[in-house]
């Protein structure tokens, strides 16, 4: 079983800056690619960021700018570096990542349980 990990939300002020880590750990083949969705209160889950093994990297237009995703390929580790935060950023930050546990199987869909990042005005 593959397990995502995140770490690093929190409360900060509006212009602040956050840092949001999210870890795979179990049993792991290999993973393509990794990535950050948010979630605010009554509305949907929208991408914020991914980026693939290999390194190419997509952003929303609403983060571009702000916000920087890299990884560590060796530690299966994701990193969300949020700058000059806005309010409107608030919402719950979860991790997604599409995994494979051997070469025989296809990737699969795993989600981290999110991590609240809270922006004041």
């Known amino acids: 079983q593959v397990q995502l990990v995140e770490s690093g939300g929190g409360l900060v002020q509006a212009g602040g800056s956050l840092r949001l880590s999210c870890a795979a750990s179990g049993r792991i083949f290999s993973i393509n690619r990794m990535g950050w969705y948010r979630q605010a209160p009554g509305k949907q889950r929208e991408l914020v960021a991914t980026?693939?093994?290999?390194?190419?990297?997509n952003y929303a237009d609403s983060v571009k700018g702000r916000f920087t995703i890299s990884r560590d390929n060796a530690k299966n580790t994701a990193y969300l570096q949020m700058n000059s935060l806005k309010p409107e950023d608030t919402a719950t930050y979860y991790c997604?990542?599409?995994?494979?546990?051997?070469?025989?199987?296809?990737?699969?869909?795993?989600w981290g349980q999110g991590t609240l990042v809270t922006v004041s005005s």
């Open positions: 980026i693939t093994s290999g390194g190419s990297i």
């Open positions: 997604h990542a599409l995994v494979r546990v051997n070469v025989a199987v296809n990737y699969v869909e795993v």
